[in-house]
């Protein structure tokens, strides 16, 4: 009931659902055990799942965050916190957030 499986080898996909962007839209959306921002758990359902938007990308940001994406599968300390930090970067502005929201 709470696993997902995506069919799919979409690592802009991936990119996309693990950013932090898509992480506080299900803090909002979904039931939470505890508090959601402080070590609780979110209650991860298929009815809020398919509703996580997923934006329309121009050829060069989907291949800059597969790029990234394959680049967090491989690294690993300060490296790997730099290229996450430049994944949700990149996937606030396919949002139209700014660095701040």
Known sequence: MNAFII???DLFLLGI???????????????ALGDASSGGRLLLK????????????????????????????VCEGDKLTNIEKQLDQAVKSLYGLRKSE
């Open 7 to 9: 069919p799919t080898d």
């Open 46 to 73: 298929a009815e809020f799942m398919k509703e996580v938007p997923i934006p329309a990308a121009a050829s060069r940001d989907r291949t800059a965050i597969t790029q990234m994406v394959k680049d967090c599968l």
């Open 17 to 31: 659902l693990a950013s932090n962007v898509v992480w506080q839209y299900l803090k909002y959306v979904c039931a």
